[in-house]
């Protein structure tokens, strides 16, 4: 079993900044992608940034720029720095890991609960 905790959501004013964090733990043998995703009242789940093990990132275009995604292997956590924040970056975000939890087996996807982002105008 692995469990993500996600933490540092919160209410912040347009412009502010947060820092969301995620500590996976469990049954990991590897963590493969680590990522953070956003799901907005009514609209779909979406990936926001993406950090491979060897730190190759991926990110919406939208927060290029203002958001750095970064990951801490030893302790399997990943962190999202988000800065500028706008009112559209209000959602609810989760943590996502692909991990492994034996040698050779399959990489499997697992998400947090979710940690809620309110920017307000």
């Known amino acids: 079993q692995v469990q993500l905790v996600e933490s540092g959501g919160g209410l912040v004013q347009a412009g502010g900044s947060l820092r969301l964090s995620c500590a996976a733990s469990g049954s990991i043998f590897s963590i493969n992608t680590m990522g953070w995703y956003r799901q907005a009242p009514g609209k779909q789940r979406e990936m926001v940034a993406q950090i491979t093990r060897g730190g190759s990132t991926n990110y919406l275009d939208s927060v290029k720029g203002r958001f750095t995604i970064s990951r801490d292997n030893a302790k399997n956590m990943v962190y999202l720095q988000m800065n500028s924040l706008k009112p559209e970056d209000t959602a609810v975000y989760y943590c996502?890991?692909?991990?492994?939890?034996?040698?050779?087996?399959?990489?499997?996807?697992?998400w947090g609960q979710g940690t809620q982002v309110t920017v307000s105008s």
């Open positions: 996502h890991v692909a991990a492994q939890r034996y040698y050779n087996s399959n990489y499997l996807a697992h």
